[in-house]
């Protein structure tokens, strides 16, 4: 029996799978003091529930927004920086460009630790990681006792320039800092986030800092309080990058803890769509106030590379692979309004959860998108929401009234127009994560989810030219079911400086090849994984000399020991046509990143459908109004709905958290596991 | 001074279809900026960002650009009268594009080239897309600015307003070939210019698609309508101004330090939704390279409008009309051909500051005080002899002053200035790509701000030792003779100095300098932070002592200026 919890800043989301691959959930509270509260009272009711016991728990997962939160709200430890002599102000100067460009009064993000808590320390090392200036043993003890005694440090990051070439004098200062004050906790660049740049490094080994005490004692009390309700196994933590660690693991891990909610969602997108042989596919997850959508091609999620992504938490770059989610400001509670200069816009302002859409009738006044869904009947005024809510058209009515004036329209007419301009900007979030990066949408199924995913499923698959449409279960509580599925995922990174590829001999690729290899197997043995099973893909961070960002080329090292290196440039150089429209064959390429993912595969769920015997049948209809075009919409329960069930549009979908309009020139037809495959008859 | 105005868009467009239409031409813009950006090759281009790309109408009337840097916002579409004048733009083949850099058809300077594409669909001329893009080496008398040319041939290639044939002219066609032959660092000069190919190729068919999507009359009137968006927004900005005549200066730097600085002057008149804005009592142009083109002048003077306006509002055709521009011929910001126009960016922040000084004496509440308000850019360059030959290893970086603080803000520290945003370069990145040059500090210069109630970001200083012979270093800057002006009782920031040691001496260097340097020299720049707002006496207390417990400034500081009595709480 495997039980996933996701804690979320407002709710958390419990879901059990046990060996047939039935399902159950749970929704309580959360407890922003402690979180693991919730986490563990919410493990103990939905057990409880089911006449279960931990003791029969084999696996247990958890994702958890504290990491961010600690960093937002800036509850972190007392944390000092150690540097090299003369970048004291590395973290305060950034990169010196804006975020908006005409802003007079323009502020930068806000670093986590003040001017004062930063320590220079007399060393320097070249690029190639050769000691141009030696510390002395005198020097460190006085500024590990200064750091320590005076600042008052209850946490270190030490970033050092070139520590990625050569982690030599970050771990000196370490190893002082470990006989003098055990008790303080250190971040090593070299550990952290071992490549160039030195911003992007410092600020990510900072954060590491930051946040490492709180999140440590979090995830101390977590296990112990999982243990104390009985669960005898190793408790497992949702990373950024999709994957889950044990917990021993993630303590050296804190950077990577950041996105684990939607990360998992991701991940359940990439269960389904391996389980349904639909390997590529983009996943929406659209809840109330945004939009993550995310590219998935042969099964696996695409995840950051450096110029591709925004790598940041508050502002704050974060270098740590993470799964790729581009993320808009469009959701369920985005606001509709015109701007001065006359165009109606539909967010990135949200109603949110208080006070809500104005149908909800917690004193909200805006319309929003779900305002509009309802007056187009996509939502069902005569059934209530959880949480006792009860949809009411009269007020997204009277919320419409002056947008209406203003723009000589009739409130359903206005909904329609909200709508199209949401589904248009997520249709420009799609394109960003699959035509700036080579790839046709026409090419992918699209994977609806979160409350309001399935709501704009088809409109926004037509607006892109997607031809499929993969509608996954419980696609409410998607995270939770992705901490269910989610492998055992570590990522290495060897980032030495640069190497020519010319100069690179297959020798020297194998060397680095096994480097990482030995580094993960000897983790994933000492945290009790047989390393047979273990899936190891390589891929190399690449450019052309001289030029600022990195490709990140796949490579099988059998393939490329087999063929040669060319393999390896032809392979770069089809990446860089594919993403940029040319490429430059005849230049030399530099690799600068050696990676490896090793995952240990948990295996795949059962599918439960059970109680779908009951022949589908229509519960009356609504009308809808959807793409210009209203029609009567027959009403199906998604539980009733056999596998092999097949349906032409218009139909609308229901289910308990969401529901999923089908218009004319769409075909329904469910699948042997429970997912509904949605595909355009006409184009 | 009224409460904004509510416009409303042309009825006869759907307001879906023009928040969708006209999205998906910012969209356009940002593409071809994102692949421009992501496959450059040099460093001023990936770091420093100084690219820009454009969606134009069926006129070459900018429609859309990717928000990239200020300085940038009507290069393009200032680079199109030069283009009529020489050829009929209704007698275009698909294969036709034009391409200049010439500062006097409306150019920037030599470095910039312009690119500009027709976009045809069923042989109609629809749109165009453009390019403009920061080129490492453009050849000339030296590697990197000539500080030293008296004339524009010194400078580097002119490539005329053209047209080319892109099938026939590239890749290895006579005009790329041309080019190539004439920079001394081809591989990045041809890496970063196909990157700007291919973003406008790319946005050539993107735009093909919307047509064929939405139609091409809907395309149009979007077009036209976002103009006039752009146009209305602008003069709302405009409105809040109260009306009447206001004048403004501000200085530039001599050649050689101690000479006649140049002096900008701007007169502003307000008229309701319209401005007037005459440069032209600013002093004639000079014999170094401080000449601005008449189009840099230009966007200099619609940039302040631009911050005034804030983030929000396209950058497009519709922001020019409601702005005149006077300047006069022979002067510095308008000077005769040949003049050398290199450091152009010294006389385009003089004209921002003096416009923005004129305006912030009229509405000080809506104005920051001045920033460092100048380009620092460096550019290195190493020859190594060898067997075959000699190799040349060049970059370039910009570094950045301080803001001037607002009436609610501090300034922030080192940070792009207003023309610009330009991100510097990692110190880890210059050393993993070159080894004539190790940066030893990047640090915040404490007072370097000017003091206020609202103090001024702070400047910077970096150093760079010098670890090979034969390195030439060519500077661009300014504010080295004049300082940062403050706003509303808040003081002046200091002033930048650029300093050479080398065995025991320390040579001063002026801003714009080419200087020789050999195996350890170091050299430093010094640069200035903004200028404070308000009287420094008026600041918060807690402020000033966080400000010399972190170092930012000096306990003399906070007790003679501040007038801070104590360092300890009270």
């Known amino acids: 029996m495997i039980v996933g919890i996701e804690v979320g800043g407002t709710f958390t989301d419990l879901v059990m799978v046990d060996e047939q691959g039935g399902l159950a959930v749970h929704k309580i509270p959360s407890t922003p003091a402690d979180p693991s509260i919730a986490a563990v009272s919410g493990m103990s009711e939905i057990l409880e529930m089911a006449g279960q016991s931990a003791a029969n728990v084999s696996e247990l997962l958890h994702g958890s927004t504290i990491a961010a939160n600690a960093l937002i709200q800036r509850r972190g430890a007392r944390t000092a920086l150690i540097t090299t002599q003369g970048f004291r102000d590395v973290l305060f100067i950034q990169r010196q460009d804006k975020s908006t460009v005409y802003d007079m009064f323009y502020q930068k993000p806000t670093p986590l630790i003040g001017r004062d808590a930063v320590f220079e320390i007399n060393e320097r090392m070249d690029a190639k990681g050769a000691v141009i200036t030696p510390m002395t043993e005198d020097d460190i003890i006085d500024l590990v006792d200064h750091v320590a005694d005076d600042f008052g440090a209850e946490s270190i990051a030490i970033c050092l320039l070139h520590a ?120 929406v997850d659209v809840g109330g106030t945004s939009c993550d959508v995310c590219l998935i091609t042969n099964g696996m999620p695409e995840t950051t590379v450096k110029g591709t992504a925004e790598f940041s938490v508050d502002g704050l770059p974060l270098n740590v692979i993470m799964t790729d989610i581009v993320t808009i400001g469009a959701g369920g509670g985005s606001i509709a309004h015109l701007d001065t200069g006359g165009m109606l816009k539909v967010g990135p302002q949200s109603a949110g959860a208080v006070p809500g859409p104005a149908c909800y009738d917690h004193g909200g006044e805006s319309f929003t998108l779900t305002d509009a869904m309802l007056l187009l009947g996509l939502l069902d005024p005569t059934k209530k929401l959880p949480g006792d809510i009860t949809l009411r058209p009269d007020l997204s009515k009277n919320a419409a009234a002056n947008l209406c004036a203003s723009l000589s329209l009739a409130p359903v007419a206005l909904a329609e127009r909200v709508y199209r301009i949401v589904i248009a900007n997520m249709a420009q979030a799609l394109r960003r994560v699959s035509v700036n990066r080579g790839h046709d949408p026409r090419d992918f199924s699209l994977l609806p989810c979160g409350g309001a995913g399935p709501l704009v499923a088809c409109a926004l698959a037509a607006e892109v030219g997607m031809p499929e449409i993969l509608l996954p279960r419980h696609p409410g509580i998607f995270s939770a079911y992705g901490l269910a599925v989610a492998d055992v995922r570590i990522d290495y990174v060897r980032a030495d400086g640069a190497v020519q590829m010319d100069s690179l001999t297959t020798a020297a690729l194998q060397n680095r090849v096994e480097g990482l290899r030995d580094q993960a197997s000897a983790e994933f043995a000492t945290l009790g994984y047989d390393t047979i099973g273990l899936e190891m893909s390589y891929s190399v961070d690449a450019r052309y000399v001289g030029q600022g960002y990195e490709l990140r080329v796949a490579f099988d090292p059998n393939t490329v020991a087999r063929d040669g290196m060319g393999t390896l440039a032809d392979a770069f150089h089809d990446l860089h046509t594919q993403q940029y429209d040319h490429a430059f064959p005849g230049k030399q390429i530099e690799a600068i990143s050696f990676r490896l993912t090793a995952r240990h595969p948990r295996p795949a769920l059962p599918a439960d459908i059970a109680g779908a015997d009951d022949a589908g049948a229509a519960h009356g209809a609504r009308t809808i109004t959807l793409d210009g075009e209203t029609s009567s919409y027959d009403i199906y329960e998604r539980s009733e709905l056999p596998p092999g069930f097949t349906i032409d549009g218009p139909v609308i979908i229901v289910e308990t958290t969401t529901s999923t309009p089908i218009p004319p020139g769409w075909r329904l037809n469910v699948l042997d596991n429970g997912a509904i495959k949605l595909t355009r008859s006409k184009l | 001074m009224t409460t904004s105005k509510q416009f409303q868009i042309d009825p006869s467009i759907d307001p879906a279809d023009f928040n969708v239409i006209t999205g998906a031409f910012k969209s356009v813009a940002q593409e071809m900026q994102d692949i421009m950006l992501r496959s450059a090759y040099s460093s001023i281009v990936r770091e420093a960002k100084d690219c820009s790309t454009c969606v134009m109408d069926a006129n070459a009337r900018t429609v859309a650009q990717a928000e990239a840097i200020p300085m940038h916002m009507n290069s393009l579409a200032a680079a199109v009268p030069a283009i009529r004048a020489r050829y009929d733009l209704n007698d275009l083949s698909p294969n036709d594009a034009f391409i200049t850099n010439n500062p006097y058809d409306n150019g920037q300077h030599l470095n910039d080239i312009i690119f500009i594409l027709p976009v045809f669909h069923k042989d109609r001329l629809v749109a ?185 509002v396209p950058t497009n055709d519709g922001i020019y009309r409601p702005i005149e521009i006077k300047t006069r011929k022979g002067s510095v910001l308008d000077p005769h051909h040949p003049a050398p126009v290199r450091g152009r960016m010294s006389s385009a922040y003089r004209t921002a500051t003096s416009v923005k000084r004129a305006l912030a004496g009229a509405a000080p509440e809506m104005f920051s005080a001045a920033g460092n308000d100048t380009t620092n850019t460096i550019t290195m360059s190493c020859r190594d002899e060898t067997s075959s030959g000699s190799d040349l290893e060049m970059f370039a970086e910009i570094i950045m002053g301080g803001n001037g603080a607002g009436p609610n803000n501090d300034g922030a520290e080192v940070v792009a200035q207003m023309l610009s945003n330009t991100g510097n370069t990692p110190a880890e990145a210059i050393e993993m790509d070159q080894n004539f040059v190790r940066v030893i500090d990047y640090a915040l210069i404490p007072d370097s701000g000017g003091a206020g109630r609202q103090r001024g970001g702070l400047g910077v200083r970096r150093s760079y030792n010098i670890l090979k012979d034969n390195v030439l270093i060519t500077t661009n800057s300014d504010r080295h003779e004049s300082s940062p002006w403050g706003l509303a009782g808040g003081l002046d920031a200091g002033r930048t100095t650029f300093t050479v040691y080398r065995d025991n001496q320390e040579i001063r260097v002026p801003g714009a300098s080419n200087i020789e340097c050999r195996k350890g020299d170091r050299f430093v720049i010094e640069i200035t932070g903004g200028g404070g707002y308000g009287d420094p006496k008026d600041r918060d207390r807690d402020a000033v002592r966080d400000d010399v417990r972190c170092g930012r400034i000096t306990e003399l500081a906070a007790i003679e200026i501040y007038g801070l009595k104590s360092l300890a709480a009270e």
Request: glycine residues 8%; contains cysteine.
């Open chain 1, 164 to 283: 990625y070439a050569n982690p030599e004098h970050e771990q000196k200062i370490a190893a002082i800092i470990a006989t003098r004050r055990p008790d303080i906790r250190v971040s090593l660049s070299s550990d952290v986030s071992p490549e160039h740049r030195e911003y992007e490094r410092t600020s990510t080994t900072v954060i590491d800092a930051y946040i490492g005490p709180a999140v440590d004692q979090y995830l101390t009390r977590y296990g112990e309080r999982v243990g104390d309700l009985g669960y005898k196994g190793t408790p497992l933590i949702m990373q950024s990058n999709g994957g889950a660690v044990p917990l021993e693991a993630a303590r050296r891990r804190i950077a990577n803890m950041f996105v684990s909610g939607p990360a998992a969602a991701v991940t359940a997108a990439a269960e389904i769509a391996k389980a349904t042989n639909t390997p590529n596919v983009i996943s």
């Open chain 2, 128 to 312: 165009f897309t453009g390019t403009i893009c920061h080129h490492l080496e453009v050849g000339g008398a030296v590697a990197g600015s000539n500080a030293n040319a008296t004339d524009l041939y010194q400078e580097g290639l002119i490539l005329p307003t053209m047209k080319i044939d892109v099938e026939r002219d590239l890749d290895d066609g006579p005009v790329e070939r041309i080019i190539s032959a004439n920079v001394r660092l081809p591989n990045i000069v041809i890496g970063d210019f196909h990157a700007q190919i291919s973003a406008a190729m790319r946005g050539r068919g993107l735009i093909c698609e919307l047509i064929e999507r939405h139609g091409l009359g809907l395309i149009w009137s979007c077009m036209s309508a976002l103009q006039d968006y752009s146009e209305n927004m602008l003069r709302a900005t405009i409105a809040k101004l109260p009306d009447g005549e206001y004048f403004g200066e501000d200085t530039l730097d001599s050649q050689l330090l101690n000479g006649p600085q140049p002096i900008i002057r701007a007169r502003v008149v307000i008229d309701g939704d319209s401005a007037m804005i005459d440069m032209s009592e600013s002093d004639d142009q000079v014999s170094w390279p401080i000449n601005d083109p008449v189009a840099s002048t230009h966007s200099a003077v619609l940039t302040v409008f631009g911050q005034l306006a804030g983030s929000g």
